[in-house]
């Protein structure tokens, strides 16, 4: 029988990215369905997810710049380190499912627990991450580019190295956190998409943000339950999280407004731009 976790491992076990991608478009349909009626267990998770040979993977100090100007060049640059990011979202969704899946409901009743709302949510997440990808690769098509063509860099996975044993942590880290921070720069890219009369990429970057307001609220959501079921002040947990498991400070600035409709609070992540 399909479960859940089974499905986790196929997505994190291919090394083809549109593969990956449409695979976990199929899964979701699935689980939507009824199809994949249980969570299971996993066993074998991978430190990392398989991945195509290319694009080379280099440590974010050795990228190149970005230029903001409006060449294709410039352009085929960002949408790539988009698409990069996205891909590398596919597979934390899907590690989050089947890392902690013994936490679910349906594998014990002692201690903190996560029902099926909990994969609900980052099922969905992990096909919003695969649209946004396969959208990218659209966009890039339009100017003879595709993923791979260029260099990426490895920080989104070491993230999840670091939380690898730790539930709140891998909340605290990648939703809130990094993706937080995609709240606060993609509407920079959408205002100069418009500059650029490029509204065809815009829309794209829009769909993006909007749904990443949804991945950052889950996080917020579900680190809320934690802290509430071990008694833990959710402000200062999430900002020892941080200070432990983040390498950097946070950076303005911040998109306020949207992180707000995603559960943030200003008190949480303010002080720690400050470091």
């Known amino acids: 029988m399909l479960t859940l976790c089974k499905a986790a491992l196929d997505v994190l076990g291919c090394d083809d990215a549109n593969k990956k991608a449409n695979k976990t478009r199929k899964y979701k349909t699935q689980w939507d369905a009824g199809d994949i009626a249980s969570i299971g267990t996993a066993e074998g998770i991978p430190d990392r997810p398989a991945r195509p040979e290319k694009p080379e993977l280099r440590d974010a100090t050795q990228m190149p710049r970005r230029r903001k100007a409006g060449s294709d060049k410039s352009k085929i640059a960002l949408l790539h380190a988009i698409s990069h990011i996205e891909l590398n979202a596919v597979d934390l969704a899907w ?3 089947a890392r902690f899946s013994h936490l679910s409901e349906e594998n014990g009743d002692d201690g903190f627990r996560l029902p099926k709302a909990f994969f609900d949510d980052w099922i969905k ?3 919003d991450e695969a649209k946004h990808f396969l959208l990218l ?13 260029l260099p990426a860099h490895d920080g989104l996975w070491e993230a999840s ?5 730790d539930f709140p942590a891998r909340l605290a880290i990648v939703p809130m956190v990094l993706e937080a921070r995609g709240l606060d720069v993609t509407p920079q890219m959408i205002k100069m ?19 990443e307001i949804t991945h950052v609220r ?8 934690w802290c509430e079921y071990n008694n833990l002040d959710i402000e200062e947990h999430w ?5 432990t498991y983040f390498d950097g400070r946070l950076k303005r600035p911040f998109n306020h407004p949207s992180r707000e409709e995603a559960g943030m609070i200003r ?7 400050d470091l």
């Open 193 to 211: 998409m418009e500059e650029q009369g490029d509204e065809k990429t815009v829309g794209m970057l829009q769909i993006i943000h909007d749904d």
């Open 95 to 97: 590690d989050i499912m």
């Open 161 to 165: 190295i670091r939380t690898a044993e």
């Open 137 to 149: 690769q659209d966009r890039l098509s339009d100017f003879d580019a595709a993923y791979g063509d």
């Open 125 to 127: 997440v992990a096909d």
């Open 218 to 225: 889950a996080g917020t959501v579900w680190f809320e339950k």
């Open 239 to 243: 900002q020892h999280l941080v200070k």
């Open 267 to 273: 008190d949480w992540y303010e002080p720690l731009a």
